[in-house]
């Protein structure tokens, strides 16, 4: 296949969903509520529920990855997943009562020893084992959401825990933890919830885009936990107006930083200019110059809902009012971090919400 083959994103509305229909749809994520939509409608596509409120008007907005073509279902361990030319789109969820009852701790001089970090190694390891067979090894984007992202058990904050066995077992499985890594998201999850993970892969491999204003996350110093985030800030695959570009979770870091602490409309403007320079640097590596704040769909995390307004409207100031914003209620995974947003731009033209 000569052309890049197109891949579509689109926050909808139920409404929205049910005049488009799920023609062409590879996966799907639901956020809380929205997960009636879907379910109701007796789809076959995989489907990941993620356990954070949608802020937007319309409470019950899904987002939908279409490939255009007829999508092969597939399943590995927990891993749903559906295969469409070159892309793929997986989905699992893991309780961590669930593995806790048959993990042997301390087993074969593993550091993975809570019950968070033995259910990441076990969604990682079957992550991974999914996406190679199924023939699509490349990892584009990994979204994670992890119930009770900010609390400290074990001695170790959960995120932090999360970031080991992230770690310890993509090298376990011969996987990069720097340089070429996937783009990715870490957001908490209510309580109680399941370690939900979903992705996107490939048979091609992405260029892996890191932002010159921030240090990359592999390379975190110690201070933000013993093992180092496993993630690049941003992956294109293709190259110029056929790319498709998978923008990271990003904050108000610069250097390794939290800048802002406390000012949620600073932190909301640092952001943007940090998504505006790995935007530049895309367009520096893989030609993606059309790819423009504006022409970017964007998933937004806000930890407090009090401070959506303040957000909105610096969001709206510089993206204009027609912009594809999806907002959710979502811990974020440093305290200080009062929202995180995420973005995706190319393929299928601009998507809607
Ligand atoms: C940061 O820049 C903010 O652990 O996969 C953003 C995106 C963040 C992904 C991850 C974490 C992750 O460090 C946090």
Request: one cysteine or more.
């Amino acid at each position: 296949m000569s052309a890049v083959q197109s891949l579509r994103l689109e926050y909808l509305t139920p409404a929205e969903s049910r005049s488009e229909g799920w023609h062409g749809v590879l996966g799907a994520a639901a956020f809380e509520a929205g997960a009636r939509v879907l379910n109701g409608a007796g789809v076959d596509f995989p489907l990941a529920h993620v356990h954070a409120p949608v802020l937007n008007d319309a409470r019950e907005m899904v987002e939908v990855w279409r490939a255009g073509g007829r999508a092969q279902p597939g399943s590995h361990g927990r891993v749903r997943y559906a295969r469409d030319g070159d892309f793929l789109f997986g989905s699992l969820a893991v309780h961590e009562a669930e593995v806790t009852a048959s993990a042997e701790p301390g087993s074969g001089g593993s550091r993975l020893r809570t019950p968070l970090e033995i259910a990441t190694a076990l969604a990682y390891r079957e992550m991974y084992a999914a996406v190679a067979a199924a023939g699509n090894p490349q990892l584009l984007r990994i979204w994670n959401y992890i119930p009770n992202i900010n609390l400290d058990t074990h001695g170790l904050e959960r995120y932090r825990q999360f970031n080991t066995a992230r770690h310890e077992t993509s090298l376990a499985c011969g996987r990069a933890v720097a340089g070429n890594v996937p783009a990715a998201s870490a957001l908490g999850a209510a309580a109680g919830s399941p370690l939900t993970i979903y992705f996107l892969a490939s048979r091609r491999a992405p260029a892996f885009i890191e932002n010159p204003r921030q240090v990359s996350a592999y390379r975190y110093p110690a201070q933000y936990g013993p093992r180092s985030p496993a993630f690049s800030r941003a992956t294109v695959l293709g190259e110029g107006s056929e790319a498709m570009l998978f923008v990271s979770g990003t904050a108000s870091i610069v250097g390794h930083r939290t800048l802002h602490a406390g000012d949620p409309a600073a932190q909301t403007r640092e952001t943007l200019a940090n998504i505006e320079a790995l935007l530049e640097e895309a367009a520096r590596r893989s030609g993606t110059e059309e790819l423009r704040l504006e022409a970017l769909a964007y998933k937004v995390y806000v930890r407090d809902p009090k401070d959506l307004p303040v957000i909105r409207a610096e969001l709206e100031s510089a993206l204009g009012p027609e912009a594809a914003l999806l907002f959710l209620k979502a811990d974020i995974c440093r305290r200080d971090l009062a929202v995180e947003i995420e973005a995706v731009g190319g393929g299928g033209g601009r998507p809607s919400a």
